[in-house]
């Protein structure tokens, strides 16, 4: 049986837990809004016609932050379409995943929505179609008090109180040649300036999110960022990441090193943000948003051409997570923790139906949670004060992708106020359990005895979660676990995520 040994101390910090790590994102893409979060018709529907079913699972996921409205959505968006009253708002042709927008959901939807569940919202305008003075309209009908038009609109629209959004996106993936809109990076970087400037005028207090690369393979990568913060690094505080994951061609072992292609790129881009630092001899450090993630199976979203109708919230992209791509999603967690340094938001792409935590069966069916709710949920749950440099000797195995890499993958949290200790790890062997030895010396035994949480397949990494059976995979409960003289271990089954928790003093 291999064996991994974990080295932690409390005086090793990569930077603090980032709240806004745990964000997700909410588009108007097939059943996400429409069927997802919104349902009037549905029987959990609340009097705003938000399901209170998914609203329970969204406070349980502990979600923080929800970008919004898009995604490829929003490079088409008309915002006025979706505000004052639903009786009078147009049906438009939506062409980024060709549907018909009703807009009978909108901002201020979204907004009262947010306050239910208790996230944060993220804002996203529009530089596909549109530009500066658009967005500038927006954020005056968005934060502003009152006493100009948009303002007031907004309170005759029956919103009193400003939105307060303080988190925007300026546009999405205006590098990819599938965006409507779609830029050079030099005109993206002149357009994103000149935004963010203008929307500075209004309140500098905003925190920007300028388009970073779509992904490392896209041609302009590297080239787009230099040039985009070369024009915009004043006016902007963070720069966009995207990464999407799938296993291919039966290649598990590869699929399950998934966090080591976002820790390459994360590396890169704070290395091309640094350079630009470095150039333009800067003070401030760019952050990243690492505002859409998650597995994908792109090779099975159908590529043939949009359909010859166009329909309301039809279904697309609707994965079903299997347990193998529930443990890719909390390695990815992990990298995102090593990286809070400079990853200091996120967003899992998406909340619900597209991609999503939660499914839900459409009609008058039930939500249920995907296997990739439970990592999420517990992370978001456990992690807490400082992130851990966790000094990791584990086994390596070959990978058709990625070269030589480690067996497991690890994070640790600690929260000094409480000593409170949680361990996050991967076991990304497919066919061998582990087990995993913790060095944990440095906190002079204060840490009480601790909680093993394991997801697995027993035996099958690729059994899922539906509406037939939505509790198939659960977290399983280890046996406790009593550090002595500092010392403490467990066993990981074959391709399994895992969380042990020490609750401190």
């Known amino acids: 049986m291999p064996n991994a040994v974990l080295t932690l101390h409390p005086a090793f910090t990569v930077g603090p837990v980032r709240r806004r790590t745990f964000g997700s994102f909410v588009e108007h893409m097939g059943r996400c809004v429409y069927e997802g979060i919104y349902q009037p018709d549905h029987p959990s529907a609340d009097e705003d016609g938000f399901r209170t079913d998914v609203l329970e699972m969204v406070r349980e996921l502990g979600i923080s932050t929800v970008r919004y409205p898009g995604g490829n959505f929003v490079s088409g968006y008309r915002w006025e ?68 038009h948009f303002a007031d609109a907004r309170i005759a629209n029956g919103s009193a109180e400003p939105h307060n959004i303080r988190m925007w996106c300026l546009g999405n993936e205006m590098d990819g040649p599938w965006q409507i809109g779609h830029k050079t990076p030099e005109e993206y970087a002149r357009l994103a300036a000149e935004t963010g400037r203008a929307m500075r005028m209004i309140d500098p207090t905003l925190e920007l999110v300028a388009c970073g690369s779509s992904g490392p393979e896209i041609d302009t990568f590297g080239t787009w960022e230099r040039a985009v913060l070369t024009e915009a690094y004043d006016q902007v505080d963070y720069i966009s990441l995207h990464a999407y994951y799938q296993e291919r061609d039966g290649d598990l072992g590869s699929f399950l090193a998934s966090g080591v292609h976002m820790d390459r790129f994360i590396a890169d881009v704070v290395a091309h943000c640094d350079h630009v630092r470095s150039v333009r001899r800067k003070e401030k450090r760019i952050m990243l948003s690492f505002d859409e993630w998650n597995v994908w199976y792109q090779t099975r979203f159908d590529t043939s051409g949009p359909p ?167 977290p399983a409960e280890g046996p406790a676990v009593r550090p002595v003289d500092g010392r403490a271990g467990v066993t990981l089954p074959p391709v399994s995520w895992s969380v042990l928790t020490f609750p401190g003093r």
């Open 308 to 474: 010859s109708d166009w329909v309301t919230a039809p279904p697309i992209a609707e994965d079903d997570y299997t347990v193998a791509d529930a443990v890719v999603v909390g390695g990815l967690l992990i990298s995102l923790l090593r990286n809070s340094d400079r990853v200091t938001a996120a967003s899992q792409a998406q909340l619900v139906n597209v991609l999503g935590l939660i499914r839900t069966e459409p009609g008058e069916g039930p939500a249920w949670r995907q296997t990739i709710f439970h990592p999420f949920a517990l992370t978001s749950a456990h992690a807490r004060g400082q992130v851990l440099d966790v000094g990791i000797d584990a086994p390596r195995y070959d990978t058709v992708k990625y070269g030589e890499v480690p067996l497991v993958d690890a994070v640790a949290t600690h929260d000094p106020e409480t000593g409170a200790l949680a361990v996050f790890a991967v076991n990304r062997d497919t066919e061998r359990p582990v087990t995993l030895d913790l060095d944990l010396r440095a906190f002079e035994g204060s840490l009480g005895e601790g909680r093993l949480r394991v997801l697995h397949g027993d035996g099958d990494p690729h059994v899922v979660n539906d509406a037939r059976d939505p509790e198939r995979v659960l």
């Open 81 to 148: 379409d979706g505000v004052g009253p639903c009786e009078e708002r147009p049906r438009r042709v939506e062409m980024a995943w060709h549907s018909v927008e009703t807009n009978e959901f909108g901002l201020d939807e979204f907004m009262r929505w947010t306050k239910k569940a208790g996230v944060e919202p993220m804002m996203a305008v529009n530089l596909g179609t549109r530009g500066v003075q658009e967005a500038c309209d927006l954020l005056e009908y968005a934060n502003l008090r009152s006493g100009t």
